[in-house]
Nanobody, 115 residues
Framework: QVQLVESGGGLVQPGGSLRLSCAAS????????MAWYRQAPGKQRELVAI???????NYADSVKGRYTISRDNAKNTVYLQMDSLEPEDTAVYYC?????????WGQGTQVTVSS
């Protein structure tokens, strides 16, 4: 079993920035992929950003150029840097890590973009 603990969410004004962190209880070196999802009220959970095999990254069209996903194997942590935030980015953000034997989810962290 792998535990994922997210942090870094909060309230930010439009145009502001936040950095989310997801710390894993197990080494992420062997993870096939690490990702961030989000779910806004009344909407389905959607993939925001993913880093595959340690290097290749993909982003949802709505966040391209504004979000950056990265990982630090030494700290077993994946990050999501979010810049130029918009009210539409308001959601609960979830960390997801995929290993060969299965995938794991964090508990979620709330991000609210409002003036």
């Amino acid at each position: 079993q792998v535990q994922l603990v997210e942090s870094g969410g909060g309230l930010v004004q439009p145009g502001g920035s936040l950095r989310l962190s997801c710390a894993a209880s197990r080494s992420i070196f062997s993870a096939n992929a690490m990702a961030w999802y989000r779910q806004a009220p009344g909407k389905q959970r959607e993939l925001v950003a993913i880093i595959i095999s340690g290097r290749r990254t993909n982003y949802a069209d709505s966040v391209k150029g504004r979000y950056t996903i990265s990982r630090d194997n030494a700290k077993n942590t994946v990050y999501l840097q979010m810049d130029s935030l918009e009210p539409e980015d308001t959601a609960v953000y979830y960390c997801n890590v995929r290993y060969y034997e299965g995938e794991y989810w964090g508990q979620g962290t709330q991000v609210t973009v409002s003036s």
